[in-house]
């Protein structure tokens, strides 16, 4: 007992000493300690860390008379050199190097780099973007859209993030404000979009331009076909040969009719009877669901709820239940159900 009561106050003041350190805040993670500029590369988690000696720095071969955080997280400079991430920018002329353009996307703010010779990535400021010109780079404010963010151009090329993209530029533009559909005089394109790979899909259908083109969602609608395009974001093309035949469900134009066929994020759901086809709202009318029926079966998505009685079966929250069973789905795998009786845990 006498060991444990000394090992206490020892730790108490090792604790103490350990989390009183002065580390003085700069901005943008850089931080002085003691004499010497350092950068935070690592804590304990987002935020605050709950734990100060879980950080990990490094030090930073700054002037420190000289030296400024910049507003981007992990940029600064001083007299001498630009950082990054407590890194020397090298292979830059630090005379006209500037970052510039702000913009706000879901994965944080991003800026324009560059000096008079080159044009560099946001997070990885030591690579040029290939092909860009440093005097006419900018926001490509004319594409609207969701996405839009990831547009830049210059006096010749359109980039899509950091890659220059192939497309006829004096006629390029996007299809609608709320899409990721894009046109030139010569093809449709659909935005493929992801934290570091975004690209821009050429869309497999010749000849489409001569066709009118109805934007809904994730469907482009023409007199003879709908091309959809799935979750993993590939095309599926639905011939239409009764174009008054064609319905869309909501939400989200989950659920398609086309030639008195039901299509399903763009594939056929085979046995539906079609006359008797609806998709359940939440209770309240406060909003479709992806649960849908017909007189025989009730479904989520393209998935049958087995067992599940369309006369009898309700829709609570998020859920279909009967007096017997509990149909849940899955949200991590939307294709998965789980069946479980009311009473019971829930099982997979």
């Not at 609608?221 to 319905?247: G, H, R």
């Not at 709820?305 to 369309?310: N, Q, S, V, Y």
């Not at 279909?320 to 789980?338: C, F, H, K, N, Q």
Request: glycine share 6%; with cysteine.
């Amino acid at each position: 007992m006498k060991t444990i009561c000394n090992i206490i106050p020892a730790l108490f003041i090792f604790l103490s000493l350990v989390s009183c350190k002065k580390i003085k805040p700069l901005g943008s993670l850089y931080f002085l300690d003691g004499n010497e500029i350092v950068y935070r590369y690592e804590s304990s988690g987002p935020g605050v860390p709950k734990l100060p000696w879980d950080n990990k720095y490094k030090t930073v071969n700054a002037d420190k008379d000289t030296f400024v955080p910049l507003q981007w997280p992990g940029y600064a400079k001083d007299k001498h050199h630009f950082f990054y991430r407590g890194d020397v920018i090298r292979n830059i002329d630090y005379a006209t190097f500037e970052i510039t353009d702000d913009v706000k996307t879901d994965y944080g703010s991003i800026a324009i780099v560059k000096d008079q010779y080159h044009v560099y990535k946001f997070r990885e400021p030591w690579s040029i973007i290939e092909g860009a010109d440093p005097k006419t780079y900018r926001i490509a404010d004319n594409l609207k859209g969701n996405g839009n963010w990831f547009w830049y151009k210059d006096n010749r090329n359109y980039f899509v993030g950091d890659t220059i993209i192939s497309v006829d530029y004096d006629t390029f533009k996007s299809i609608d404000e709320d899409s990721r559909f894009y046109i030139d005089k010569d093809n449709i394109y659909w935005l493929k979009s992801a934290y570091k790979n975004t690209s821009l899909e050429k869309i497999p259908a010749p000849g489409l331009l001569n066709s009118q083109i109805v934007y809904s969602n994730r469907v482009l609608q023409t007199p003879n076909a709908l091309y959809y395009v799935t979750k993993k974001e590939s095309f599926t093309k639905i011939p239409i040969e009764d174009l008054s035949s064609l319905k869309f469900f909501p939400p989200d134009n989950i659920y398609m009719m086309v030639d008195r066929q039901i299509y399903c994020e763009g594939a056929l759901l085979t046995g539906v009877d079609f006359a008797t086809f609806s998709v359940y709202q939440y209770p309240g009318n406060s909003g479709y669901t992806a649960y849908a029926k017909d007189k025989n079966k009730v479904y989520y998505r393209n998935e049958i709820l087995e067992g599940a009685d369309p006369k009898s079966v309700r829709l609570a929250d998020r859920y279909m239940e009967d007096e017997t069973y509990r149909w849940i789905p899955d949200l991590g795998s939307a294709s998965v159900i789980i069946r479980k009786t009311a009473k019971e845990t829930t099982t997979r």
